[in-house]
């Protein structure tokens, strides 16, 4: 069992940084690649970011690729993004998930445990 909890979301504005973080629980957080997914008012949820459980392999979408930056410290059982040239449209609520198979996955549907999210606002 992994209980997941996001932190660091907030009100920016266009242009700025955040970094977010997924705290996780229990002794096996490295058995686990890690994802990052994010959910707008009245859009289906949609994959960020994911990151292999020794954190040496990592996938982006195309909408953050060179804008974010994924990663985790497995010292500390957590998984980080960070969030650079923020856009409107980057507006969400941002979830991690947990994975026990070592694969980037993209699909939410493959993930085994999740955080119950943080929201992220970026004004124009």
């Known amino acids: 069992q992994v209980q997941l909890v996001e932190s660091g979301g907030g009100l920016v504005q266009a242009g700025s940084s955040l970094r977010l973080s997924c705290a996780a629980s229990?002794?096996?957080?490295?058995?686990?690649?890690m994802g990052w997914f994010r959910q707008a008012p009245g859009k289906e949820r949609e994959y960020v970011a994911s990151?292999?459980?020794?954190?040496?392999?990592?996938r982006y979408a195309d909408s953050v690729k060179g804008r974010f930056t994924i990663s985790r410290d497995n010292t500390k059982n957590t998984v980080y993004l960070q969030m650079n040239s923020l856009k409107p449209e980057d507006t969400a609520v941002y979830y991690c998930?947990?994975?026990?198979?070592?694969?980037?996955?993209?699909?939410?549907?493959?993930?085994?445990?999740w955080g119950q999210g943080t929201q992220v606002t970026v004004s124009s």
């Open positions: 998930a947990a994975q026990f198979v070592d694969y980037l996955n993209y699909i939410g549907g493959r993930y085994d445990y």
């Open positions: 229990g002794r096996t957080f490295s058995s686990y690649a």
């Open positions: 990151i292999s459980r020794s954190g040496g392999t990592f």
